[in-house]
Nanobody, 112 residues
Framework: QVQLVESGGGLVQAGGSLRLSCATS????????MAWYRQAPGKQRELVTS???????TYADSVKGRFTISRDNAKNTMYLQMNSLKPEDTAVYYC??????WGQGTQVTVSS
């Protein structure tokens, strides 16, 4: 079990940027995979992006070219840089360490 705490959400205009952070209770060099999910109102939670211990990444098609996932091993923190935000990105964003560790979520709202 890993404790995860997200921060950095907020309200931005379309085209703006936000950086989300996920602080962990473990040394992330020991965590094989970390991920960001999001859940919009009335919709299923979906995988946005993931990063492995070795640095391999995946991205949902909807965010490719706009979002970047990264890790800072020294700070035991994962980040999600979100650029060119769209109203469709509005959701609660969750940090995840598969399979069962989740943060509390942070709200991202993008106005049109």
């Amino acid at each position: 079990q890993v404790q995860l705490v997200e921060s950095g959400g907020g309200l931005v205009q379309a085209g703006g940027s936000l950086r989300l952070s996920c602080a962990t209770s473990r040394r992330i060099v020991s965590i094989n995979v970390m991920a960001w999910y999001r859940q919009a109102p009335g919709k299923q939670r979906e995988l946005v992006t993931s990063i492995s211990r070795t640095g391999s990444t995946t991205y949902a098609d909807s965010v490719k070219g706009r979002f970047t996932i990264s890790r800072d091993n020294a700070k035991n923190t994962m980040y999600l840089q979100m650029n060119s935000l769209k109203p469709e990105d509005t959701a609660v964003y969750y940090c995840n360490v598969p399979p069962n560790s989740w943060g509390q979520g942070t709200q991202v709202t993008v106005s049109s």
